[in-house]
């Protein structure tokens, strides 16, 4: 089986492309809500975009400032990312998202923005958020959120300038802008810390972007716990700052394999994962850099874990509340009215498995990856799923219920 172009690569290069004085063409994009909203925005901006599924262009165009909101929806990348992206332009722009992305922290970014000579005005704290950016400053700053959202928006904004930013970050953060902007020329250097500054990029890319590794985490759970599966993904983002989740598993016992690794093309590899329903799995410990490593596959995390014999022990997860929802929250409480044995602080939990666990209704907290970590947990304890999140899931993975349904079939 194959997946849709990886989320996080689809935000990037669509951003990058606008960058870029050429045209680029991106094939099997994603076709997600996220992806879309950045689309919008960037089109509002003036950079012209032929959006098909198969065969995205995005055309040499320049920043304009948009009139209109620039609506970023449910996603924290589209936001955030943009705002550096628009400021390294001198483009000023009033920014909007739903309930879930207002209440997401942003100072984590207008912060070191400011400190770059944007300004913002927000009514009494609230959205919508509008930035000005008339004035681009370089930047010397240490990333302390581990955010690669933060290093991504960081590192556009640095174009702004004629001298040299310099951004300390944590290595454990994805990595794909970076090693993006590396092999297509622009004037970046990744080494203990990025040193970036304006240069122009002339030619555009033709990429076919790699499978959703997040989204092959929900595959890769589903078949590991359901018996006699056994599915390969062809095709997925291969990746050191991602592959944690799969990596973790293994640790496990899960019979998973990643074979047939890509040369690097653009910054980006691929590769083929081949999984097996594995009936002994053991319960480990995560943190730190690891946590980082997984951080959206901690929901389905959780759901092996309550498979696995012994302690499953999450750590170092607070980072986990500030998403689409807070996570910790929405895991306990689910899998706890599903007879689990679990516990939870504010920084960690901790889930006993072996517990024969029951169905009830399940509380997705609008939240696309804690809707589709509990549809698999449906399956795995012998249950339909419920097929009713689909307008949720379509903010990271359109085929969510399709794919399980060719997996069960
Ligand atoms: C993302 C980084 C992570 C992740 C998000 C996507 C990215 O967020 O949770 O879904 O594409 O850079 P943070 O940067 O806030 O950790």
New binding site residues.
């Given amino acids: 089986m194959k997946l849709e172009g990886d989320k996080?690569l689809s935000?990037r290069l669509l951003m990058i492309a606008s960058l870029i004085q050429g045209d680029s063409i991106l094939r099997n994009i994603s076709t997600s809500k996220d992806v879309y909203s950045t689309i919008e925005c960037l089109q509002k901006c003036n950079i012209k975009i032929d959006y098909k599924d198969e065969k995205t262009t995005i055309f040499k165009s320049d920043f304009i400032a948009p009139e209109a909101i620039l609506d970023c929806g449910n996603s924290?990348?589209t936001l955030r990312m943009l705002m550096g992206l628009l400021h390294g332009q001198s483009i000023s722009a009033k920014f909007d998202g739903d309930s879930s992305l207002q209440k997401r922290p942003m100072n984590r970014i207008m912060i070191p923005l400011k400190k770059m000579g944007a300004t913002f005005e927000l009514s009494n704290g609230k959205f919508p958020i509008i930035m000005h950016s008339t004035n681009n400053q370089s930047i010397k700053y240490s990333e302390k959120t581990k955010?690669?959202?933060?290093k991504?928006s960081l590192i556009f904004a640095g174009l702004g300038s004629n001298e040299s930013s310099f951004i300390s970050y944590n290595k454990a953060t994805?990595d794909h802008t970076e090693k993006i902007m590396e092999s297509l020329g622009f004037d970046i250097k990744v080494k203990n810390k990025i040193t970036i500054r304006k240069n122009n990029v002339n030619i555009g890319m033709d990429i076919n972007i790699p499978g959703d590794l997040s989204s092959a985490a929900f595959v890769i759970a589903a078949t590991v716990l359901t018996p006699n599966s056994n599915v390969i993904i062809k095709n997925v983002l291969y990746n050191k700052t991602r592959m944690t989740f799969i990596y973790t598993l293994i640790k496990m016992g899960a019979k998973i394999s990643i074979k047939n690794i890509s040369k690097e093309e653009c910054g980006i590899q691929s590769c083929d994962i081949y999984i097996k329903y594995s009936k002994s799995l053991t319960g480990v410990k995560i943190k730190g850099d690891d946590v980082i490593g997984m951080?959206?596959e901690i929901p389905i995390f959780s759901i092996i874990g309550c498979f696995a014999s012994g302690a499953t022990n999450i750590q170092n997860i607070k980072?986990l509340k500030v998403?689409e929802s807070n996570r910790i929250n929405a895991i306990y409480q689910n899998l706890y009215d599903m007879g689990a044995d679990i516990f939870q602080d504010d920084d960690s939990m901790l889930i006993k498995g072996g517990k024969r666990l029951h169905n009830t209704t399940i509380n997705h907290f609008n939240d696309h990856r804690i809707a589709m970590s509990f549809e698999i947990l449906r399956l795995v304890i012998g249950e339909d799923m419920s097929y009713e999140y689909s307008n949720i899931i379509d903010i990271s993975f359109p085929g969510f219920y399709r794919t399980m349904d060719r997996l069960l079939s």
């Fill in positions: 996080s935000h924290g990348s955010s690669a959202q933060v991504t994805r951080i959206d980072e998403k």
